[in-house]
């Protein structure tokens, strides 16, 4: 007998896949207990598909151009999205420009994804007494005093403390104070290697065993932390950046510390930046949010001037321990050997002898590789934009990647009368072998992001690093960010001419945090620690600037410098990248997407080609586009978005807004 339903029990439900669509797809459903938030297989072409529930509307059962479908199943009775983290999703996918069913689908836990059979046993809160009274000092107090007066309403404030404050133990006073009510409680730290460190602090004074939450736990892993949080207990979660999505019920308070690091942004398919996420759902519970940083971000700097966020400052070591002494060294006279110049050899030596630590820091990935002139200390610039050309060495050119101007290598031999022409930078594993035959019997560990690669590696590092097992450490910026290392009284900063003349415009503003981050690595406990940095160019103005004044005098005058052209925080921008295996046809397409330009509000620059111009025999070429309104940026953007989706599926494209790096 063939069923009939009552027009009045169906509804419409709006059902977002993990694909890269950006709508909704429209199916129909006679399920009471369906409910968004809810997770559902339909139909999609020849295949069923899990799929979320993101709006429930009546059915209209009028004249329609195509035939619904009817849902399949309903999966979950009871949401397991809450309205307020849809919302959220709603946002985000908005706000960067991403397809809204890979925003939701990346708010659940693995096993939710893939529809997974979900374990049955809860995760147990351990609860505990305290192992530690804590105390504060006069600076702590006072701020800890005025931030409970502000518990229940939504205010960003920053807690800017110089490296070695007490920052941790301040966050650690706010969180005993929130977990009083029965509170849930998110703490973001930038990478992996932080987590097992700060969850040690933290559980000294909470009676609460704090969880962790990043991608080295399995999926099983995820699934438990994630289902504790949707069921509104009182829980603390230390976490990376995806945390920022776990589906918590009563958040009261949210930290996100080193708030400045570029780990917070995403760079692959969702381009998110956990801070700003974060900042949004601190709003949605009317709860606070506390960003802390020795060197905030210029955009908080910013927020902060305009009275968007509430600053205190911790201006003593925690530890009453005395700031660094730090050295410039030539490397045009004293010339580094595999990165090891004579002054930092020797210095390394007498603070081995004293049984005493070291850590040699290079800079880090992602400042563009150019040529110096170590004579006349000349950085070749573009002709036409006038910032630093990009050595490419396969091809052996200076590119320009704001205009694509391009001139031959050999042409800067020209500089002057005797050109001894240097590229920026070198490599960890380079330094490391130089290293282990200087001093062979010593205990080397490199830490970067090719040889801390599971959680094996990591807690092995944190189990070395915290048991005297290592003289000397030699890595990128992970082993600046917030390690507390004992007995480091020597710290070496291989080049620091990488983020001197980076291509990129935030390239000053992150050398500036790294010298101020890597200087607090040391020197932390009862001795006067020292910084070694090597440079072609020790007058350099900006890192005369950054020793002198410090990092707060140089972000004032870096901040006017970005008002003068125009450039973030003052203005909004948006990277469009396309590739394709045509070059002439990946620039023409771009070059269309100029000419859409109508409002005198926008500004485009380029085509211009990637840091990667060339990847698999695909050519790729972006334009940065900016507006002094965010409103404008998206609405334009939006218009491009709809154009890049009718062309060729061969040419791939992809939009970054926020972006950290050009």
């Known amino acids: ?32 207990n369906a409910k968004i938030g809810s997770r559902v297989s339909v139909s999609f072409g020849r295949s069923l598909r899990l799929g979320v529930i993101i709006d429930i509307k009546d059915f209209d059962d009028g004249p329609k151009t195509y035939k ?14 809450s309205k307020e983290i849809l919302k959220t999703c709603k946002w985000a996918a908005s706000y960067y420009h991403h397809p809204i069913g890979q925003v ?21 809160i351990v609860y505990k007494s305290l192992e530690k009274d804590l105390k504060l000092n006069s600076e702590q107090k006072k701020i800890y005093t005025d931030l409970i007066k502000y518990k229940e309403v939504f205010r960003i404030n920053v807690i800017r403390g110089v490296t070695g404050s007490g920052k941790t133990e301040l966050y650690a006073k706010l969180a005993q104070n929130s977990l009083k009510d029965n509170a849930q409680i998110l703490v973001m730290v930038p990478e992996i290697n932080l987590i097992p460190q700060t969850i040690e602090r933290f559980r000294r004074y909470l009676d609460i065993e704090p969880l962790q939450y ?3 736990l399995t999926a099983t892993q995820k699934y438990k932390v994630w289902e504790a949080c949707s069921r509104e207990r009182r829980i603390i979660v230390i976490g990376t950046r995806s945390s920022v999505f776990l589906p918590f019920k009563k958040l009261s308070l949210i930290v996100i510390d080193e708030e400045h690091d570029s780990s917070y942004k995403q760079t692959e398919m969702f381009k998110y930046n956990a801070r700003d996420i974060g900042i949004l759902r601190g709003r949605n519970f009317k709860c606070q ?32 321990a005395k700031l660094p002494l730090i050295t410039v060294i030539d490397s045009s006279i004293d010339r580094p050997d595999e990165g090891i110049s004579n002054a930092l050899k020797n210095s390394m030596k007498i603070e081995l002898d004293r049984n005493r630590k070291v850590i040699l820091f290079l800079g880090r990935r992602g400042f563009s590789n150019t040529v110096i002139c170590s004579n006349c200390k000349k950085i070749v610039r573009c ?14 050119k200076l590119i320009c990647h704001k205009c694509d101007f391009k001139k ?3 042409q800067t031999k020209k500089c002057c009368d005797n050109p001894i022409l240097s590229p920026l930078g070198i490599g960890t594993q380079r330094v490391e072998n130089k290293v282990k035959k200087l001093f062979p019997n010593k205990n080397v560990l490199r830490v970067d992001s090719d040889n801390i690669t599971s959680k094996k590696d990591l807690d092995d590092f944190v189990y070395k690093a915290n048991n005297n097992q290592i003289d000397i450490f030699i890595g990128t910026q992970m082993i600046v960010k917030g390690h507390d290392f004992q007995d480091i009284s020597l710290v070496g900063i291989i080049n620091i001419d990488g983020g001197l003349y980076s291509t990129d415009f935030r390239g000053l503003e992150k050398t500036a945090q790294l010298i101020t981050q890597v200087s607090g690595r040391t020197g932390r406990q009862s001795e006067q620690g020292n910084v070694l940095i090597q440079t072609h160019n020790p007058s350099h103005n900006i890192l005369k600037l950054i020793l002198k004044d410090g990092y707060e005098r140089f972000s004032k005058i870096g901040l006017e410098q970005r008002q003068n052209v125009n450039l973030p925080p003052y203005s909004n921008i948006g990277l469009v990248t396309l590739n394709s295996s045509n070059q002439n046809f990946t620039k023409s397409i771009l070059n269309k997407i100029k000419e859409m330009k109508r409002n005198k509000s926008i500004f485009i620059y380029g085509p211009s080609q990637s840091k990667i111009p060339k990847r698999n025999n695909r050519y790729s070429y972006q334009v940065l586009i900016g507006s002094n309104s965010s409103k404008l940026l998206s609405e334009h953007i939006s218009k491009i978005k709809i154009y890049l989706a009718s ?9 970054d807004i926020d972006p950290l790096e050009l």
């Open 1 to 32: 007998m063939k069923a009939v339903y009552n027009i009045s029990m169906l509804k419409l439900v709006k059902v977002v896949l993990d694909i890269p669509i950006y709508e909704p797809f429209d199916y129909t459903c006679d399920e009471i």
């Open 647 to 655: 062309l060729n599926k061969k040419i791939k494209w992809h939009i």
């Open 289 to 320: 949010v506390i960003l802390g940083s020795a060197t905030p971000s210029f955009e908080t700097i910013h927020n902060i001037n305009v009275n968007k966020y509430k600053e205190y400052r911790l201006e003593k070591r925690y530890h009453k």
């Open 408 to 410: 031959d290598f050999g």
């Open 104 to 124: 939701v689908f990346s708010a659940l836990s693995p096993l939710h994804r893939k529809d997974k059979k979900v374990p049955k046993k809860i995760l147990e």
């Open 68 to 81: 619904l479908k009817k849902i399949n199943q309903l999966i979950d009775e009871a949401p397991i999205l």
């Open 383 to 396: 002709p036409k934009c006038d910032t630093y050309l990009t050595y490419h060495k396969d091809v052996e």
């Open 214 to 216: 990043h991608s080295n």
